[in-house]
Every structure is written in C-alpha cells, then in structure tokens.
Nanobody, 128 residues
Framework: QVQLVESGGGLVQAGGSLRLSCAAS????????MAWFRQAPGKEREGVSC????????VYADSVKGRFTISRDNTKNTMYLQMNNLRPEDTAVYFC?????????????????????WGQGTQVTVSS
C-alpha cells in the first residue's frame, strides 16, 4: 500500500496562490490514479481534482476549474496541486488520495470511498 504525505498548506490572502505537494512512498505513483480532496469544518469531504495513471488525463470540480492545476512528477514520486486565485471558500484541509484501480472520469463525481490510500491532510486558509 502506498503511503502519502501532503505539504505546502498555509495562510494566504484571497487572490493568492499556493502549491500543495503529495509525496508517495512504498509504491510508485504512476501505478495509481491520484486525487485531491478537501474538507471544510462541518462539511463532507469534497473531490477537487483527479489525474489518471495511464494517460495522465485530469478531472476538476466545477468550483476549481480554471484556477487549480493537478500534475504529477513520476521521477520524484510526487503529485502537486497548483492553486491560483484562491478564495475564502477554498479554506479547508486538503488530502491527497491514491487508488490502483480507479479511473478519473469527467462524467463521474469523485467519491472518497473509491480511494484506498490517504495522506494526513494539510490546512489551507484563505483570508478575505
């Protein structure tokens, strides 16, 4: 089972940028579909973005399209989430997740139950 560790969270003003990283160990990143989820206080965990293991194709939630970019560097066994033009409603704990069998489908909402491995999360706070 792959182990995941997120980093890069912090406090930023609205309109600012952050880049989150998800470092993997125990298995190669390119053997898994990878995703970012987030969870705000009192809310359910929400899928943000997903990247496929086979062709690197990506999927984004409507709320982040055009602002966030998911990517992976297989040589570093690390996945990234570049977040630009951040808004206060982006404030949440961000989690990375991996699954060897999942396929990121643009017509299907990301569901946390579909992912087998999780990181511990990193806090992102956007002030207005």
């Amino acid at each position: 089972q792959v182990q995941l560790v997120e980093s890069g969270g912090g406090l930023v003003q609205a309109g600012g940028s952050l880049r989150l990283s998800c470092a993997a160990s125990g298995s190669t990143l390119d053997a898994h579909a990878m995703a970012w989820f987030r969870q705000a206080p009192g809310k359910e965990r929400e899928g943000v973005s997903c990247i496929n293991r086979s062709d690197g194709s990506t999927v984004y939630a409507d709320s982040v399209k055009g602002r966030f970019t998911i990517s992976r560097d297989n040589t570093k066994n690390t996945m990234y989430l570049q977040m630009n033009n951040l808004r206060p409603e982006d404030t949440a704990v961000y989690f990375c997740a991996a699954d060897p069998d999942y396929y990121c489908d643009p017509g299907q909402a990301l569901a946390a139950l579909d992912f087998h491995s999780w990181g511990q999360g990193t806090q992102v706070t956007v002030s207005s």
